[in-house]
């Protein structure tokens, strides 16, 4: 859903069914939303009526919403059975919480699970990133859909994106 703010998407989502549930919060102006196929056609005609755009996102599966209760479930059981992350050194943001992981290894594990079937609240992750000082975005891989979300998303920031080993070196550069 584009043209719309989050408040905005999260109220016709609720009218569209139960089944309807705002999953990644991208941009100030760009939401994604799962749900039961009745419910998306009808958040698609409420949203039109709002002024706003609904498309489809060619996607295999209803991420980050109910649907994937089973997959944090399976995820679960697999970092309780051997496989949880190490101890982090660093700060890494959950996108579940728009805050870092919590220190305590299996508070962080339930994060980590609850994530497949959470929202993914990236405006708020940008928001805390900022707060705390980053001032300074690099995507790297394929592509500049992230990069795209930081710009529309936050401003006095750096943004970058590299795809090869000598963009990499060349904002290395440029940063140093």
């Not at 102006?29 to 958040?43: C, T």
């Not at 705390?132 to 394929?142: A, M, N, Y």
């Given at each position: 859903?584009?043209?719309l703010?989050?408040?905005?998407?999260e109220?016709?989502?609720?009218?569209?069914g139960?089944?309807?549930?705002?999953?990644?919060?991208?941009?100030p102006?760009?939401?994604?939303?799962?749900?039961?196929?009745?419910?998306?056609?009808?958040?698609?005609?409420?949203v039109?009526?709002?002024?706003?755009?609904?498309?489809k996102?060619?996607v295999?599966?209803?991420f980050?919403?109910?649907?994937?209760?089973?997959?944090?479930?399976?995820?679960?059981?697999?970092?309780?059975?051997?496989?949880?992350?190490?101890?982090?050194?660093?700060?890494v943001?959950?996108?579940?919480?728009?805050?870092?992981?919590?220190?305590?290894?299996?508070a962080?594990?339930?994060?980590?699970?609850?994530?497949?079937?959470?929202?993914?609240?990236?405006?708020?992750?940008?928001?805390?990133?900022?707060d705390?000082?980053?001032?300074?975005?690099?995507?790297?891989?394929?592509g500049?859909?992230?990069?795209?979300?930081?710009?529309?998303?936050?401003?006095?920031?750096?943004?970058?994106?590299c795809?090869?080993?000598?963009?990499?070196?060349?904002?290395?550069?440029?940063?140093?």
């Open positions: 859903v584009i043209k703010d989050a408040a905005q998407v109220n016709l989502a609720a009218q569209a139960e089944d309807c549930w705002p999953v990644n919060y991208n941009s102006q760009q939401m994604v939303v799962a749900g039961a196929p009745e419910a998306l056609q009808a958040l698609d005609d409420l039109k009526e709002a002024g706003g755009r609904a498309m996102v060619a295999s599966g209803a980050h919403s109910p649907y994937m209760a089973e997959a944090t479930e399976g995820l679960a059981t697999f970092i309780q059975d051997g496989h949880a992350p190490s101890p982090l050194l660093i700060p943001m959950a996108n579940m919480t728009a805050a870092p992981y919590p220190a305590d290894p299996r962080a594990s339930d994060v980590l699970a609850n994530q497949v079937s959470h929202a993914v609240r990236w405006v708020d992750t940008l928001h805390a990133l900022q705390q000082g980053i001032d300074t975005f690099i995507e790297v891989g394929p500049k859909t992230l990069s795209g979300l930081v710009k529309r998303t936050l401003s006095d920031v750096r943004v970058y994106s795809e090869t080993a000598e963009q990499v070196a060349a904002i290395a550069d440029e940063l140093a």
